[in-house]
């Protein structure tokens, strides 16, 4: 019997008709093999957003820790576009002077490394790769983004022999990310369809 292969959006889908067609949720989350609080979860964003919510979420956190306040970074770029002969640590000592008591200024480097650029007021973004890395980097990204967004649209197994890779399991570990997600509209149209009937 050969394998069905389902998407994580047909699943719950199928687990939202279910919980419609008026089956018990302990019963359909010991089926689907999910918690019961993972079933009312998935329910009731279904309920509130529709079929929209059944689709997959962003993991990108909404704040990072260390991340300024934007109207922090604000005022530095700013002082740093006035004044581009200042370092960080003579901008650091006019926010405290500017700023009320309450306000806490950043330290020095999260001021000077970060936001501050070579003189030109311009946050700087620090690369995650350099040199020859940075450009294998770029090459993977390229060869895996869509077609439509500018890339080759290379299917995994041709960018893991190019790339060198012993096995495909490393160059999704390393890649993965950059994959395109699937295109959920189809799942959508048919679902839709189909609680509509029920």
């Known amino acids: 019997m050969p394998w069905k292969a389902s998407s994580v959006m047909e699943e719950r889908l199928r687990f939202v008709a279910r919980l419609l067609d008026g089956e018990a949720m302990t019963d359909v989350c010991r089926d689907f093999g999910v918690s019961r609080k993972t079933g009312y979860k998935i329910f009731d964003r279904y309920k509130e957003h529709g079929l929209e919510a059944l689709s997959d979420r962003s993991r990108r956190p909404v704040w990072y820790a260390n991340q300024l306040p934007p109207p922090i970074e604000g005022l530095i770029v700013r002082l740093k576009g006035e004044k581009p002969h200042w370092g960080a640590r003579k901008i650091r000592e006019l926010l405290i002077r500017r700023l009320s008591a309450g306000v806490s ?16 007021g311009q946050p700087v973004m ?4 350099s040199g020859l890395h940075a450009l294998r980097h770029w090459y993977c990204s390229w060869s895996l983004a869509r ?10 197994k041709t960018v893991q022999v190019r790339m060198g890779h012993s096995t495909l399991a490393m160059t999704a570990d ?23 009937r029920a």
């Open 174 to 196: 390393l890649y993965g990310h950059l994959l395109p997600a699937t295109d959920d509209a189809e799942v959508l149209a048919v679902g839709e369809a189909a609680l509509m």
């Open 147 to 156: 077609p439509q967004d500018g890339g080759l649209g290379l299917p995994l």
């Open 126 to 129: 620090r690369a995650k790769y």
């Open 105 to 120: 200024v950043p330290a020095l480097d999260d001021q000077g490394k970060p936001i501050l650029g070579e003189g030109d």
